[in-house]
């Protein structure tokens, strides 16, 4: 029995949903579109390489909480394939053949590791997009950040950033019991990151050429990005997950962070998922 929880919310999305979920922010909000768009391919990656995993695991405390967390992505990209194909169809012919064309090489690329990358290197980038995930939800789950947030767009990433912090210790918790090299799971999660932020920015880049931005240059989009998520703590906390002494069920979850979550369901008062201790 895992102490994470496989929900299944419905959301309900308007035919007037808007675009762009901060009209007074719109490259935050492409940011955050992007970030759905990549969803639909990282995630059934996430759950291949856990199904590959749970082969390997022997506690059964981790065996559960290694289930309910590939039944949380399935719900996650789910969900947010719906709300992609609903911003697909408001963009122009052209970005939007340009974002599945983003999209199609994002799928090509997270086959071919399922399919020719080790178990170790598979977990490892699970982790290393865990981690910063976890440092995302973290900084962005504030009231600063989420006043001003269309309704349904804002109850969808705050559903979905609740559950990457239930579900924090899983990934780490197989790669230690698994593979077990710091510095392995260090390198490799390092380069997840960038592989994973490299197509997010191309699809963000995007997406704000065809909202409010027709000459955007990706080096603008790229220092939009690293200017803001280091004002709100996301780059400094994924910098820490590379730290020998990380463990994500050390790492405390603001307050402001558990009554955000508490809003969908999600209660992060009680202690992280069971799973194996880490070495």
């Known amino acids: 029995m895992s102490a994470i929880t496989v929900r299944r919310p419905e959301f309900v999305w308007p035919s007037d949903l808007p675009v762009l979920p901060l009209p007074d922010d719109p490259s935050r909000s492409c940011e955050l579109v992007a970030l759905s768009f990549t969803l639909p391919y990282l995630e059934p990656y996430l759950i291949r390489t856990m199904r590959v995993a749970a082969k390997e695991v022997r506690d059964p405390a981790l065996a559960a909480d290694v289930k309910a967390f590939s039944g949380q992505e399935a719900q996650h990209y789910k969900n947010h394939a719906r709300v992609n194909d609903i911003v697909r169809s408001k963009l122009s012919p052209e970005a939007a ?33 865990e981690a910063m995930t976890f440092a995302l939800a973290r900084s962005v789950m504030r009231v600063a950040d989420v006043e001003g947030v269309h309704t349904e767009w ?88 590379a730290l020998p002494s990380y463990n994500p069920r050390d790492v405390p979850v603001p307050d402001e962070v558990v009554t955000i979550a508490a809003t969908q369901g999600v209660d992060l008062r009680c202690s992280a998922p069971a799973g194996a201790e880490a070495a």
């Open 97 to 129: 053949a340009d974002m599945r064309s983003l999209e199609d090489a994002l799928d090509a690329d997270y086959r071919q590791f399922s399919n020719d990358k080790s178990l170790a290197f598979n977990l490892a980038y699970a982790e290393g997009f």
């Open 154 to 241: 804002g109850n969808l990433i705050a559903w979905h950033l609740a559950e990457e912090i239930e579900h924090r210790t899983v990934t780490f918790d197989a790669y230690d019991t698994i593979v077990g090299r710091y510095a392995y799971r260090v390198a490799v999660g390092s380069l997840a990151q960038a592989h994973y932020l490299r197509h997010l920015l191309k699809m963000a880049r995007v997406l704000q050429r065809d909202t409010h931005d027709p000459d955007v240059s990706t080096f603008a989009v790229v220092r939009q990005a690293i200017e803001r998520n280091w004002r709100n703590g996301m780059l400094l906390g994924t910098l820490k997950t």
